[in-house]
């Protein structure tokens, strides 16, 4: 047997808040190969806000006269997610932060949630 260790590749655990979930289905992609958007609906299953989590943090959405969203809930209540991804997961995070980065499409809602994916 040979003195090298095989080094194993640990599955990236991406921590997600409620701001984090809500901006990442804004960035998650809509279009592209059927590939990817089973990949991004497969994290968006995982990251989504369930009715008992809505209950809990008493979550609460409403739009302003003009028509803007507005999305409410107590903080204190708040519980991370410990979204854990696959290498191909966290693969396509990273490339569509690049790819928003690239185009300045990332906006200041989002820009937490891209800096920690970047970090992945």
């Not at 997600?16 to 809500?22: E, M, V």
């Not at 059927?34 to 995982?46: G, M, N, S, Y």
């Not at 006269?65 to 507005?70: A, C």
């Not at 708040?78 to 185009?103: G, H, I, M, R, W």
Request: glycine share 4%; hydrophobic share 40%.
């Amino acid at each position: 047997m040979s003195g090298k260790k095989k080094l194993e590749k640990r599955s990236p655990i991406l921590r997600l808040g409620i701001t984090d979930r809500i901006a990442l289905f804004n960035i998650l992609p809509r279009k592209g190969a059927l590939l990817t958007l089973q990949v991004a609906d497969e994290i968006r299953k995982r990251a989504v806000i369930s009715a008992e989590e809505q209950k809990r943090i008493k979550y609460r959405e409403s739009f302003t006269p003009d028509g803007k969203l507005i999305v409410e809930w107590d903080v204190k209540k708040e519980s991370p997610l410990d979204l854990q991804l696959t290498p191909f997961e966290a693969d396509l995070l990273k490339k569509t932060v690049n790819y928003l980065d690239n185009q300045e499409e990332i906006v200041e809602e989002w820009r937490a949630l891209c800096e920690k994916i970047k970090k992945l």
